[in-house]
T-cell receptor, first 113, second 111 residues
């Protein structure tokens, strides 16, 4: 069975500092990997995804994630965060054979001035 | 030009009542989903329809019944509501096997 682990439930960080949100998954088959962001009282928005090809994927707002098959990880990074990045971040794994997403428990990124 | 919309946004009701949540997508996708997010923010899939056919049916009480009248709509009907049904319910859509796009959620509170 597939599972996703986000070890950090909350990550506090000062504005303009770098941040890494960790995501590890377990699966015996090839997977697709996603990061979704949920701002307060809003729905989920796709941040970035890995389907195939280059293992480093980037979003338009400065986040990036690297797929590491040997470590079964897909950590999310940003070199300099803004107050507006405060949100809940969800890592998810999907397989085209089952058409469903398995989500991690989420990491709350709290950016302080 | 909302991509995935849900109604209502908030739903407060008494235990034992029957309620429905509606979802519509204008992305031309053929697959739609219902997810439940509990009070700890944990997200879990409930159902999925592809071209109006049920393809995912997780372990969900049979008080929950999804209905897809066409490819652009997926509704969720809940009978005999219980306190534990309180959650945020998210609809999503995609092309089969592709990236899922989520609606804004419906916050259900059962009193």
């Amino acid at each position: 069975a597939q599972s996703v682990t986000q070890l950090d439930s909350q990550v506090p960080v000062f504005e303009e500092a770098p941040v890494e949100l960790r995501c590890n998954y377990s699966s015996s088959v090839s997977v697709y990997l996603f990061w979704y962001v949920q701002y307060p009282n809003q729905g989920l928005q796709l941040l970035l995804k890995y389907l195939s090809g280059s293992t480093l994927v980037e979003s338009i707002n400065g986040f990036e994630a690297e797929f590491n098959k040997s470590q079964t990880s897909f950590h999310l990074r940003k070199p300099s965060v803004h107050i507006s990045d405060t949100a809940e971040y969800f890592c998810a794994v999907g397989m085209d054979s089952s058409y469903k997403l398995i989500f991690g428990s989420g990491t709350r990124l709290l950016v302080r001035p | 030009d909302t991509a995935v919309s849900q109604t209502p946004k908030y739903l407060v009701t008494q235990m034992g009542n029957d309620k429905s949540i509606k979802c519509e997508q204008n992305l031309g996708h053929d697959t739609m989903y219902w997810y439940k997010q509990d009070s700890k923010k944990f997200l879990k899939i409930m159902f999925s329809y592809n071209n109006k056919e049920l393809i995912i049916n997780e372990t969900v009480p049979n008080r929950f019944s999804p209905k897809s009248p066409d490819k652009a709509h997926l509704n969720l009907h809940i009978n005999s509501l219980e306190l534990g049904d309180s959650a945020v319910y998210f609809c999503a859509s995609s092309r089969l096997g592709d990236t899922q796009y989520f609606g804004p959620g419906t916050r259900l509170t059962v009193l």
